[in-house]
């Protein structure tokens, strides 16, 4: 079974910094490109960030471009989202999701992160 | 960046009716469409990809159309379970993977 645990939300004041977290399990995670899409209170779903198979390739929304780093660690089968220069916009649950064919055929349960004062 | 619009933004329907669920790009994406679900508290669930293709576990009721700019989700008899909200979303052309705003499927 396709398990994906996302971890690392927190209340964070504005410029400060945070690292989220994915462990993934139950399928073989150096096979498939990976992607972050965040959920702000009322909103609706807004992709962040996908990451290629091996690390190599990185994509980024514009509205985090230049703040957020994506990585992952194959060996660990876990996916991280750096996320810097925080603003109160950033304010959202954010879900890790697994790629098939560069759609999300499977997603974890979200982290909040709150931006604020 | 291709814009994705749903419509309507809320739908009312009865269970047991069929509900009709609409999303246009701004441009063609091919078939290269995805379908998810999300309800409160859990995370989303893909329903259909490639336009028209059920994800595995996705009952018979739930089918997708469509092709280019213009597509359709159908419900065909609605299920308690069913009133959530839905999300189209494309990947033809990324980034970034661009979603639609959502339609509200509500019981009437």
């Known amino acids: 079974e396709v398990q994906l645990v996302e971890s690392g939300g927190d209340l964070v004041q504005p410029g400060g910094s945070l690292r989220l977290s994915c462990a993934a399990s139950?399928?073989?995670?150096?096979?498939?490109?990976m992607s972050w899409v965040r959920q702000a209170p009322g909103k609706g779903l807004e992709w962040v960030s996908s990451?290629?198979?091996?690390?190599?390739?990185?994509y980024y929304a514009d509205s985090v471009k230049g703040r957020f780093t994506i990585s992952r660690d194959n060996s660990k089968n876990t996916l991280y989202l750096q996320m810097d220069s925080l603003r109160a916009e950033d304010t959202a649950l954010y879900y890790c999701?697994?790629?098939?064919?560069?759609?999300?055929?499977?997603w974890g349960q979200g982290t909040l992160v709150t931006v604020s004062s | 960046e291709i814009v994705m619009t749903q419509s309507p933004a809320t739908l009312s329907v009865s269970p047991g009716e069929r509900a009709t669920l609409s999303c246009r790009a701004s441009?063609?994406?091919?078939?290269?469409l995805a379908w998810y679900q999300k309800k409160p508290g859990q995370a989303p669930r893909l329903l259909i990809y490639g336009a028209s293709t059920r994800a595995t576990g996705i009952p018979a009721r739930f089918s997708g159309s469509g092709s280019g700019t213009e597509f359709t989700l159908t419900i065909s008899s609605l299920q308690c379970e069913d009133f959530a909200v839905y999300y189209c979303?494309?990947?033809?052309?990324?980034?970034?993977?661009?979603f639609g705003q959502g339609t509200k499927l509500e019981i009437k």
């Open positions: 990451i290629s198979v091996g690390g190599g390739s990185t």
């Open positions: 979303q494309q990947y033809n052309s990324w980034p970034p993977y661009s």
């Open positions: 999701a697994k790629e098939r064919n560069w759609y999300a055929d499977y």
């Open positions: 139950g399928f073989k995670f150096s096979s498939y490109a």
């Open positions: 441009q063609s994406v091919n078939s290269n």
